[in-house]
């Protein structure tokens, strides 16, 4: 009798655990923002801020990808077209091309407008002031500075939701802990239903951070490295058109020979920016 006494008032309390525990869950969460608006006017400011934050760095997750694909696709390519072309005339009009969004003819297509200039100006103080070399010199520089500036669109941005997402969904957490203490002390008995509801709104709040901020972490660190990559090619393209448009030949280096290609008898005419 005294365990049947017992398994019977065992019952109901099981019960009403385990529907208490059924507001641990995203829809009564989500229930509770949509009916009470006014009590969880953070908990809906926290939400929006960590979904933007998610949506704005996929969308730059994906783009980014995109971007340093077809740059790394079409890298090969285009310095091939530019060294494979027989006249300088010839390379520029193959450079100017390829697609606006492609840095390696830009790059190309800024030392040959800088080396245009220089020529046409043959006799003034600029041309006293700089020679060839150094003239085609700062144009590459500014042309891979700016190309580099380019590679890091979005990045800022990735950085930021990495570092900060998981603090703003930390203050959702903080304030389902401050829901839950409330509760408590409003019921006045320590039951899971008086905290079930604040404690599962603490977790989804602290996932939603993480699943914002781990996705970005990890593209910001792996496009960094990318970039660090292509801006080398930059550079290494770079120091190739400075020695054929200042020298009028391309110095191979390494383990290949010495060997000069051919520079056009009229200089590169200018392009456009």
């Known amino acids: 009798m005294i365990q049947e ?34 009590e969880h006017a953070i908990d809906l400011l926290v939400l929006i801020v960590l979904v933007i934050m998610s949506v704005a760095s996929w969308y730059f997750i994906i783009a980014i990808a995109i971007r340093n694909g077809l740059i790394r696709s079409r890298m090969d390519k285009v310095i091939q077209k530019f060294w494979d072309t027989p006249s300088a005339q010839d390379a520029v009009r193959v450079m100017e091309k390829q697609p606006r969004s492609e840095p390696f003819s830009k790059i190309a297509l800024e030392a040959a407008s800088a080396a245009a200039h220089h020529q046409r100006h043959e006799g003034s103080r600029m041309v006293e002031a700089l020679n060839r070399s150094e003239f085609v010199d700062r144009a590459l520089r500014q042309a891979v500075d700016r190309e580099s500036r380019n590679l890091e669109g979005g990045l800022t941005l990735l950085a930021t939701v990495g570092s900060a997402a998981v603090f703003v969904g930390l203050l959702g957490t903080v ?12 019921s006045g008995e320590s039951s899971i239903s008086a905290v079930a509801g604040p404690v599962g709104q603490a977790l989804i709040m602290t996932a939603i951070g993480l699943f914002a901020a781990i996705p970005a972490v990890i593209a910001y660190n792996a496009y960094s490295r990318a970039n660090r990559v292509t801006i080398a090619h930059f550079d290494e393209f770079a120091h190739d058109l400075h020695d054929f448009f200042a020298t009028g030949a391309r110095i ?16 590169p005419p200018a392009v456009k920016k």
């Open 175 to 186: 304030m389902g802990i401050y829901y839950a203490l409330i509760n408590l002390g409003a």
């Open 252 to 267: 191979e280096t390494g383990s290949q020979t010495a060997a000069a290609r051919p520079a056009a008898a009229v200089p």
């Open 5 to 38: 006494a017992a398994s019977q008032a065992a019952a109901p309390v099981g019960n009403a655990n385990a529907q208490a525990l059924q507001q641990v869950g995203a829809s009564h969460f989500l229930t509770q923002i949509v009916t009470h608006p006014a």
